[in-house]
Nanobody, 121 residues
Framework: QVQLVESGGGLVQAGGSLRLSCAPS????????MVWYRQAPGQQRELVAA???????TYADSVKGRFTISRDNAKSTVNLQMNSLKPEDTAVYYC???????????????WGQGTQVTVSS
């Protein structure tokens, strides 16, 4: 079973930066899309940033110009660099990676356990 391991969350003051990382455990055959979501208390989960298999990126309007999603192919890792953080960025951040574990497997999404990001004012 593939697990996604997230790291990098924490507490930061407004205006600060954090870098989140997410990587699948074990070996995999291929990776397709890589996405970061977040969910604030009492809110629905929302897409923050997405990176397609061909390099296309999508960002929520609220994070454009401040967040950058990237991929480390050697480590099969997806990163989310978050700059100029605001209190409204406070949420649990989840990564989701669509991948194929073995060549015979279908593509399917896997989810990380979530990491808390808290931005104080």
């Amino acid at each position: 079973q593939v697990q996604l391991v997230e790291s990098g969350g924490g507490l930061v003051q407004a205006g600060g930066s954090l870098r989140l990382s997410c990587a699948p455990s074990g070996s995999i055959f291929t990776i397709d899309d890589m996405v970061w979501y977040r969910q604030a208390p009492g809110q629905q989960r929302e897409l923050v940033a997405a990176l397609g298999s061909r390099g296309s990126t999508t960002y929520a309007d609220s994070v454009k110009g401040r967040f950058t999603i990237s991929r480390d192919n050697a480590k099969s890792t997806v990163n989310l660099q978050m700059n100029s953080l605001k209190p409204e960025d406070t949420a649990v951040y989840y990564c989701a990676i669509t991948l194929r574990r073995y060549s015979s497997d279908p593509l399917r999404p896997y989810w990380g356990q979530g990491t808390q990001v808290t931005v104080s004012s």
